[in-house]
C-alpha cells in the first residue's frame, strides 16, 4: 500500500485523533502504535520533505547510500526496543569500529589495551594495563572521570595520555567546551575498556537495517489509520491556546485547523520552537556535513576514523562499512560542528546538558503539563542526549499508557 502523504489543506481532522509532530523514531513508533492497538486515526505533521528523522537514508549521486543526519548504528540491550525495529525489516549483523587518527597512527577508540600498545610500546603498555587491571579489574569499562580520579602516578600517565590524545580537541571541536566543562555523561559515553575487545559499542544487539532506515519508516507508517503531512511546521498549522496572556501562562489547547484536538498529541520537536522562543532559543550544537565520493572499493580502513589531535572536522564515516553495501564506488562523510544560531538554516542536532540549560528547558515544559493530552517526546522536545534505541523504548511506553487510556 505505501504511506499516505496528505496535505494538511485537504487533511481532515477529527477532534478524538491523535496528531503526531515528527517522523523520526519518537513520532513513528507512537503514530504506528496508537493507529495498530488503539485503532486511533493518526495524523503525522513532519517539517521535512521525508520521512524518518535523523535516521533518513538515500542513495547519492553515484548510488552509495548515504545517512542525511549523521551516521547512524543501532545498538542496545533493550530486546523489546530491538524487536520492535526488526518487525518492519530485515537486520545485518554489524559492530561498529572506530579509530582514532592521532598523528597519523590508528589507535582504536575506545582506547583499550591494544591502543595502549600502540600509544606506550609493549613492554611499558603491560606494565600499565596490570595497574589498570588492579585497580578496576580485567574487562571492565572506566570513564575518563575516573581514571584522572585516581591516586597514583602511572594511571595519572595513562589519564593524561587519554585527555589529551583522545578527548581534548575532539570535545573541544564537537562541543565548543573542554572535558571538565561538558557533563560528565557526555564523555563517560566512550569510556577506557580494558579489554583487547574493539568494538564501539558491547551492547547485546546491534545491526543495520538490511535496507536501510528508510524503507523501515515507510513500513512503520504504512498502516490504513495513519496519514502523514510532509513539509508542514507544526507552529505554523497548530493554534496554541494559553490560560491567559501572561508569558508563562500554560496551555490550555490546541487547535488545528479550527478542531480542538482531544486525542492524544505527541510532539517531538523541540518544546522551545513551538512556542516561538518565548523565553529565548535552547542552545544546541548542530553539524555540517561534507560528503566526497571515491573511485575505490574503500577509503578508510573502518566504520568511522575520529580526528582527536588533528583537522576542523570530528570524524569520518565511510557508510559502506555500516550499509554492507557491495558498490565500485565509495561515499565518505566528514562532520563539522557548529553552535546552532539559525533554525531558518541549520538543523539542533545535540541538547548541550547542563544544569542551566535544563532550568531552562524546564520553563518551556512547564508550559505543557496543564495539557493532559500533550506529550512531549524524544530527543528534542525532552531535550536528551538519547540514542536511538532509548528514544524507541520510550515511544513503546508511552504508546502503552496512551492505548490503555
Ligand atoms: P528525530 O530523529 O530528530 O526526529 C524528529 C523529527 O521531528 C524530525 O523529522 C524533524 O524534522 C521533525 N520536527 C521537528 N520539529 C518539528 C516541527 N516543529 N514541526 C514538524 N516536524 C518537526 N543514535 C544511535 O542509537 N546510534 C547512532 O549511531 C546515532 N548516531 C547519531 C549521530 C548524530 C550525528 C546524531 C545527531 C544523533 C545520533 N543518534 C544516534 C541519535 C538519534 O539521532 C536520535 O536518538 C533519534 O533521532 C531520536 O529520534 P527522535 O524521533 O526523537 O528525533
Ligand atoms: N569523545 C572524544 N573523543 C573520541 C570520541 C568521543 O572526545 O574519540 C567525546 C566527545 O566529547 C563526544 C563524546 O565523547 O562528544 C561522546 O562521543 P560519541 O561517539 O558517543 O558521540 P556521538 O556519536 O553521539 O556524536
Given at each position: 500500500m505505501g504511506v499516505r502523504y496528505v496535505d494538511i489543506k485537504d487533511a481532515e481532522v477529527r477532534r478524538d485523533d491523535a496528531v503526531v509532530v515528527g517522523s523520526g523514531f519518537a513520532g513513528a513508533v507512537v503514530a504506528r502504535e496508537l493507529a495498530e492497538r488503539a485503532g486511533r486515526r493518526v495524523l503525522v505533521i513532519e517539517k521535512r520533505p521525508h520521512i524518518g528523522g535523523n535516521m533518513y537514508d538515500e542513495a547519492d549521486e553515484a548510488g552509495v547510500l548515504v545517512h542525511r543526519y549523521g551516521p547512524h548504528i543501532f545498538h542496545t540491550n533493550d530486546k523489546r526496543a530491538f524487536d520492535y525495529v526488526r518487525r518492519f525489516t530485515g537486520w545485518r549483523d554489524y559492530s561498529h569500529k572506530v579509530l582514532a587518527d592521532w598523528y597519523g597512527t590508528y589507535l582504536p577508540v575506545p582506547f583499550n589495551k591494544t591502543s595502549m600498545e600502540i600509544a606506550f610500546g609493549g613492554e611499558k603498555a603491560a606494565r600499565l594495563t596490570a595497574k589498570l587491571v588492579q585497580a578496576f579489574g580485567d574487562e571492565r569499562k572506566v570513564t575518563l572521570n575516573e581514571l584522572r580520579a585516581q591516586d597514583d602516578s602511572d594511571l595519572a600517565e595513562v589519564a593524561d595520555f587519554v585527555y589529551q590524545n583522545v578527548f581534548l580537541r575532539y570535545t573541544q571541536k564537537q562541543w565548543g567546551l573542554t572535558p571538565e566543562e561538558v557533563d560528565p555523561s557526555v564523555t563517560a559515553r566512550v569510556p577506557v575498556f580494558i579489554?583487547?575487545?574493539?568494538?564501539y559499542f558491547q551492547d547485546a544487539y546491534q545491526g543495520m537495517p538490511a535496507e536501510g532506515y528508510t524503507p523501515l519508516f515507510e513500513r512503520m507508517l504504512d498502516h490504513e489509520n495513519v496519514s502523514v503531512c510532509l513539509n508542514t511546521e507544526a507552529e505554523s498549522v497548530f493554534d496554541l491556546e494559553f490560560e491567559?496572556?501572561?508569558?508563562?501562562a500554560p496551555l490550555s489547547g490546541i487547535r488545528l485547523r479550527d478542531v480542538l484536538l482531544e486525542g492524544p498529541i505527541v510532539y517531538t520537536g523541540p518544546l522551545d520552537e513551538l512556542f516561538l522562543s518565548r523565553f529565548g532559543r535552547l542552545p544546541y550544537r548542530s553539524l555540517d556535513f561534507v560528503y566526497e565520493t571515491h573511485d575505490?572499493?574503500?577509503?578508510?580502513?573502518?566504520?568511522t576514523v575520529n580526528y582527536t589531535v588533528t583537522e576542523d572536522y570530528t570524524r569520518i564515516t565511510e557508510f559502506k562499512y555500516l550499509t554492507g553495501q557491495v558498490c565500485p564506488k565509495t561515499t565518505i562523510m566528514k562532520e563539522y560542528s557548529r553552535p546552532y544560531e539559525d533554525p531558518k538554516t541549520q538543523t539542533p542536532y545535540y541538547a548541550i546538558v547542563s544544569d542551566e540549560n535544563e532550568a531552562h528547558y524546564g520553563r518551556y515544559r512547564a508550559l505543557t503539563?496543564?495539557?493532559?493530552n500533550f506529550h512531549p517526546l524524544g530527543r528534542l522536545a525532552e531535550y536528551r542526549y538519547y540514542n536511538m534505541d532509548v528514544i524507541v523504548g520510550r515511544a513503546l511506553a508511552l504508546a502503552d499508557r496512551l492505548v490503555r487510556e
Open positions: 579489554s583487547r575487545d574493539d568494538r491567559s496572556d501572561a508569558e508563562d575505490v572499493d574503500y577509503k578508510l580502513p573502518c566504520g503539563e496543564s495539557l493532559p
